[in-house]
């Protein structure tokens, strides 16, 4: 497959690469000191091929035209016969990208600059796709975002009751039913006209920037099959909720899971400074309750699955989905906790 593009140089191997659980990746070498990354994309998880290839396409064409430095923008590389990816029967989807040399991604921050840059990187992607029209991108995956929907799901879940869990975890649905209206905040926002849609990343958790391994500054982001129309605040939220813990995401201990207050500022300097002014008011105030919602999304998605029997996400022992949903519910409870304090932290930004 990777012979069918306009590599440099003779192809010599192709090398399992990448920690990525929806799509296939290899690291392609040639006798070149010229690197490529070609991919197999997951189309059961994007069931629009033709729509996600072109959201790239017009995603890093309009990058492009605004920084022209090859390393700040991933680069597809076309086929010998001129076309952008391959398409068989709709069913597999094959690309290959321009490796992006001297660069380093990483799961979790080193330091508080690693995050802030990160959010550099995000503030920067929001700040230069904002002359973009949103509505000229597809839906991915649709309704990836959208709270309320996510809260049909768990009702329905919690209705059908397949696994018969739902009793084992009557206090995990009381505390998801008990924000369930203020879970649609963001929605309602949007619908009103008070947020605008932005071109969002929706995907934005730190490993998916690469950071220049010297200086550690941002390079560019990685992994745009989730670019699509969103709002900025759950690009925001996102990073803060993948980010900011103390514990990973499926602690056991409960005792761990804190929000680091200081690594939030120092994304939210990162992002809010890249951006400049191309946030409204409303949505600068709506960021610390976009990492608040995404945040309860997520519980609400883990305990989702939890009760239809772990039929979406991977799971490794048969509570792991229950002990995804409990991290996340901590995780809400430390940001309802601080909110004065973040807003107060994020005024003075």
Not at 22 to 27: D, G, H, K
Not at 81 to 98: A, P, Q, S, T
Not at 292 to 321: K, M, Q, S, W
Request: charged residues 30%.
């Amino acid at each position: 497959m990777a012979e069918m593009f306009r590599t440099e140089g003779t192809i010599i191997k192709c090398i399992p690469f990448g920690s990525g659980h929806i799509n296939q990746t290899w690291l392609v070498v040639t006798n070149q000191p010229h690197l490529y990354i070609l991919q197999k994309v997951n189309t059961e998880t994007f069931r629009d091929p033709e729509g996600l290839m072109n959201n790239i396409l017009l995603v890093t064409g309009h990058l492009r035209e605004k920084d022209t430095d090859p390393r700040h923008v991933m680069t597809l590389v076309k086929l010998k016969d001129g076309r952008d990816y391959i398409l068989k029967d709709r069913k597999e989807l094959w690309r290959l990208y321009e490796y992006v040399t001297g660069g380093v991604c990483l799961d979790r921050a080193e330091t508080a600059a690693d995050f802030r840059n990160s959010g550099k990187a995000f503030g920067t992607f929001q700040n230069r796709m904002a002359d973009f029209p949103a509505e000229q991108l597809v839906e991915t995956i649709p309704g990836f975002h959208d709270t309320p929907k996510r809260y049909l799901a768990l009702h329905e879940a919690i209705r059908d009751d397949r696994a018969g869990r739902a009793k084992s975890v009557q206090q995990e649905i009381d505390f998801m039913l008990e924000r369930e209206e203020q879970a649609g905040l963001l929605q309602k926002m949007l619908k009103a006209g008070e947020l605008p849609l932005r071109v969002t990343h929706n995907d934005t958790k730190l490993n998916n920037v690469m950071l220049d391994e010297k200086t550690r500054e941002p390079l560019c982001i990685l992994d745009l099959d989730t670019v699509m129309p969103g709002l900025a605040a759950n690009d925001f939220g996102d990073s803060i909720r993948f980010g900011a813990s103390t514990a990973e995401e499926d602690e056991k201990d409960l005792t761990k899971v804190r929000l680091d207050l200081n690594l939030y500022q120092a994304y939210a300097e990162g992002f809010l400074h890249a951006c400049g002014d191309r946030l409204t008011a409303a949505e600068r105030e709506t960021l610390p309750d976009g990492a608040r919602i995404i945040t309860l999304e997520n519980a609400v998605r883990f305990l989702t699955d939890y009760l239809n029997g772990d039929t979406y996400y991977h799971i490794e022992r048969p509570e792991h989905n229950l002990d995804r949903t409990r991290t996340q519910m901590a995780l809400t409870e430390e940001m309802e906790k601080h909110d004065d304090i973040i807003r107060r932290m994020m005024d003075c930004i």
